[in-house]
């Protein structure tokens, strides 16, 4: 069955990087375009970038310039690279496809001095 699994979260402060992943299974990864979600406390979740099976990447707004979306058909697995976060990008991060898939556990990010 479709699963995602994130990692790389962490505690991060202001100005500083992380790199997440999102190994995919139960699918044909190459086919379809990813995305990465995001779930601030007391908000809904939003998208944060996506990239198509052709790499093209789309990002919301206040991610643009910060964020980078790449995925790796080989290992089936999309990644996230955070740059000079904010402590607003708190948030626990999701990735899923397009069809939407079931949703995986999440990789909880903090960004705080």
């Known amino acids: 069955q479709v699963q995602f699994v994130e990692s790389g979260g962490g505690l991060v402060q202001p100005g500083g990087s992380l790199r997440l992943s999102c190994a995919a299974s139960?699918?044909?990864?190459?086919?379809?375009?990813m995305r990465w979600y995001r779930q601030a406390p007391g908000k809904e979740r939003a998208l944060v970038a996506s990239?198509?099976?052709?790499?093209?990447?789309n990002y919301a707004d206040s991610m643009k310039g910060r964020f980078t979306i790449s995925r790796d058909n080989a290992k089936n697995t999309v990644y996230l690279q955070m740059n000079s976060l904010k402590p607003e990008d708190t948030a626990v991060y999701y990735c899923n496809r397009v069809p939407i898939g079931p949703w995986g556990q999440g990789t909880r990010v903090s960004v705080s001095s």
């Open positions: 990239i198509t099976s052709a790499d093209t990447t």
């Open positions: 139960g699918f044909t990864f190459s086919r379809y375009v």
